[in-house]
């Protein structure tokens, strides 16, 4: 259960109180006369969710996370799957950062000073450590 609870109680029970159609409701609807269908509605009078934004809309995506991540976002409240997505693109982008300055590290011991491959390789792997996943070994190394 998700916690919330729909509302299936009408706000009106009174016809004379029902809320005014908009434009586009009419443009959707169906119209009949004497019981004959002169044209049939087109979609919903109603939309679900936001609709995608251009070319980088996000994508709908079934994610196992665990119960302590869980937890901690949906208790923050509504709008808690938008903070994950927030946090998560932190992360990218702070992964890029780091591979770009590994490489420009890199590229710069090597011209610069003449280091070797492996020399190189070592402070990429020492670098990273703190950036993998915790797995019991001491800094992140399987």
Known sequence: ??????????????????????????????????????????GTLTRRGRPPLGARAKV???????????????ATGQGWQARIDDVLRIHVRMVEEMKRHVAEARAGAVEAHGVGARAVEARVAEERAPYREDDGTEGGEA
């Open 60 to 74: 709908q995506q079934s994610l196992r996370l665990s119960p302590e991540v869980l937890e901690h976002f949906r």
């Open 1 to 42: 259960m998700n916690g919330k609870e729909r509302d299936t109680t009408r706000g009106w029970s009174d016809p004379d109180e029902a809320p005014e159609w908009t434009d586009e409701m009419f443009d959707r609807a169906q119209i009949s006369f004497g019981g004959h269908v002169i044209r049939e509605a087109t």
